[in-house]
Each structure stands twice: as C-alpha cells, then as structure tokens.
C-alpha cells in the first residue's frame, strides 16, 4: 500500500552535499516509520538513518553520525536525507523504506521494512 521513490542523487566531490528526498505515495504515510539504507559496489546493504512515524526520533550508524541528518515532512509525504561532507566511502544506492513498526520508535533493522524504494545513486568523487 505503500510506494517509494527516491530522487536528489547525483555525483558530488568529496566535501559537498546532497540532498535526498523519498516521496510515498501511500495514504497512510504517517503510519511508518521511514530508514534510509545504502549499498556499496560489493558490499551488503546497510543502515544509514531511521526516523519514527512522528519524526521525533531519529538514529544514525556511526559512519554517517554528525554529517547525515534524516527529517520527514508528512503533510508532503515525504522524508529526507540531507548529506554533508560527503566522503568517497557514502558512494553506493540509497535506498528508502517504510515500516509498521508496533512501537512509536525506530529500527534498524532492515529485515523489519516492508518497502521499498528503487534506490538513488549518489557518487562522491575524492
């Protein structure tokens, strides 16, 4: 019932910033709380940044800690990943994902999100 798409990737130099938005264009957007996932070139997915269904709570992975922050806009059904100091280890596909969770919180695990966005590939050139 809910669909993702993510935009505001591109190719940046080491330093700079970006900013991706995913756009849901389920009715029940307020519902889910939202993570932002990335995958490098041979490596396994993971977690970036989570936001709870209110977007009062937030929680990052220590890689991105102080330079990533997450934020939701549900009026526009939408969340955000604004990117700063960007570093050639952020390059990979990020993805959003939305999940029911049974408590007003949020997880890191991406075995909990039951969808999906078609991923944004960021580059960040040294």
């Known amino acids: 019932q809910v669909q993702l798409v993510e935009s505001g990737g591109g190719l940046v130099q080491a330093g700079g910033s970006l900013r991706l938005s995913c756009a849901a264009s389920?009715?029940?957007?307020?519902?889910?709380?939202m993570g932002w996932f990335r995958q490098a070139p041979g490596k396994e997915r993971e977690f970036v940044a989570t936001?709870?269904?209110?977007?009062?709570?937030?929680d990052y992975a220590d890689s991105v800690k102080g330079r990533f922050s997450i934020s939701r806009d549900n009026a526009k059904n939408t969340v955000y990943l604004q990117m700063n100091s960007l570093k050639p280890d952020d390059t990979a596909v990020y993805y959003c994902?939305?999940?029911?969770?049974?408590?007003?919180?949020?997880?890191?695990?991406?075995?909990?999100?039951?969808?999906w966005g078609q991923g944004t590939q960021v580059t960040v050139s040294s």
């Open positions: 994902a939305a999940t029911s969770l049974s408590w007003a919180g949020t997880s890191r695990n991406d075995a909990l999100y039951n969808y």
């Open positions: 389920g009715r029940s957007f307020s519902l889910y709380a």
């Open positions: 936001v709870s269904r209110s977007g009062g709570i937030t």
